[in-house]
């Protein structure tokens, strides 16, 4: 068992920043990818960015790219993601999630059933 706690979420102005945090306790010995997916309101959860349980690899959804930063550090069981230049089609919930997959297909990374875990959320709010 995964437990994952995120924050950091908050209102800001277009074209601001935001940095999400997300923490994991639990069974966190093993090689978990690990992602964030969003949902607005009246829309499908969906995923925006993951990274191997390495670090090695990330991968982003197109409208994210070049804006969006996935990261972690292992040593403190903590995932990140750096948000810049946003835009007030990003607000949505904002969730942490982690798979017990060590692969690196992108198909497979992207998918929200391919994950076994995850938290409550944080709000994130841009205003135009």
């Known amino acids: 068992q995964v437990w994952l706690v995120e924050s950091g979420g908050g209102l800001v102005q277009a074209g601001g920043s935001l940095r999400l945090s997300c923490v994991a306790s639990?069974?966190?010995?093993?090689?978990?990818?690990m992602a964030w997916f969003r949902q607005a309101p009246g829309k499908e959860r969906e995923f925006v960015a993951a990274?191997?349980?390495?670090?090695?690899?990330?991968w982003y959804t197109d409208s994210v790219k070049g804006r969006f930063t996935i990261s972690r550090d292992g040593a403190k069981n903590t995932l990140y993601q750096q948000m810049t230049s946003l835009k007030p089609e990003d607000t949505a919930v904002y969730y942490c999630a982690a798979a017990r997959y060590s692969g690196t297909d992108y198909g497979f990374v992207t998918r929200r059933n391919t994950y076994d875990y995850w938290g409550q959320g944080t709000q994130v709010t841009v205003s135009s």
């Open positions: 639990g069974r966190t010995d093993r090689s978990y990818t």
């Open positions: 990274i191997s349980w390495s670090g090695g690899s990330t």
